[in-house]
């Protein structure tokens, strides 16, 4: 069978295979990721100075409060870096190329960074403060993976 070529060669962003995925929840993470089984992104906030924590932790950074409260994201957010991976750490990631690892500021949590893959997109159009939207794939057990896709549907691959 013959491959189409378009005029400008596809390089979509594959996310890291779901089976590497290791979650290993503590008492200040685990709110998140059982948020997350549920497919909501969730911050941890300052109940006295609004701060958010994130990743969570038993004190606020700014006022030194213990106590806390999970506050919804939306799941929109900005690209605020990235880098491409396209060279394989282990021979059975191969398939798994290129991957874009990315810092992702919340729309209602511009001082909190999550990490995550770029999915849906390919690297060539990958532009620092490009809007996105959060995806999921769900892992078994009830847990679920938080990706990030371009919220411009016209800029997705
Ligand atoms: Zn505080």
Do not use: K
Request: hydrophobic share 45%.
């Amino acid at each position: 069978m013959v491959e189409m070529h378009t005029a400008r060669s596809r390089d979509v962003a594959v996310a890291a295979p779901i089976g590497m995925v290791s979650l290993a929840p503590n008492t200040w993470t685990e709110p998140f990721w059982i948020a997350a089984g549920q497919h909501q992104l969730v911050v941890q906030r300052c109940v006295s100075c609004g701060a958010v924590r994130h990743p969570p932790g038993p004190f606020c950074p700014t006022c030194r409060t213990q106590e806390s409260e999970w506050m919804d994201l939306s799941g929109r957010a900005t690209l605020y870096s990235f880098t491409v991976i396209r060279h394989a750490l282990a021979p059975h990631l191969r398939e798994y190329l290129p991957m874009v690892i990315a810092v992702v500021e919340p729309e209602e949590a511009p001082n909190a960074r999550l990490v995550a893959n770029l999915v849906e997109v390919d690297t060539q159009d990958v532009v620092i403060g490009m809007p996105l939207e959060v995806v999921w794939e769900d892992a078994g057990d009830g847990l679920a993976v938080y990706r990030f896709r371009p919220a411009d549907e016209t800029a997705r691959a």
